[in-house]
């Protein structure tokens, strides 16, 4: 059974950081493309991070780009968000998802984490 669990989420105040980590059974994670996906109430889910299934390439939406790195474990099967400056407007469930190749259509995503809620506030 295949299953992505992410854990990590939690609240902290504006400017501070979190690490998310997904991390992956029944399935081996460096056969894929991996990208964090996040949704706030009443928003759409919206592509936050993806990292290639070697590592070499990883790619960030403008709304997080020099405040969040992604990157992956292959020895232990998990992937990893490590979010900086945080602010209220990353208050979401962060989601992980496998695909072939990155790209932020996440009807092209084949599996799914449960998610983690961060929230960001004073």
């Known amino acids: 059974q295949v299953q992505l669990v992410e854990s990590g989420g939690g609240l902290v105040q504006p400017g501070g950081s979190l690490r998310l980590s997904c991390a992956g059974s029944?399935?081996?994670?460096?056969?894929?493309?991996i990208a964090w996906f996040r949704q706030a109430p009443g928003k759409e889910r919206e592509g936050v991070s993806c990292i290639s299934d070697d590592g070499g390439s990883a790619y960030y939406s403008g709304s997080v780009e020099g405040r969040f790195t992604i990157s992956r474990d292959n020895a232990k099967n998990t992937v990893y968000l490590q979010m900086s400056s945080l602010k209220p407007e990353d208050t979401a469930v962060y989601h992980c998802?496998?695909?072939?190749?990155?790209?932020?259509?996440?009807?092209?995503?084949?599996?799914w984490g449960q998610g983690t809620q961060v929230t960001v506030s004073s």
């Open positions: 029944g399935i081996t994670l460096n056969n894929y493309a």
């Open positions: 998802a496998t695909e072939e190749h990155c790209n932020y259509y996440p009807a092209r995503y084949t599996h």
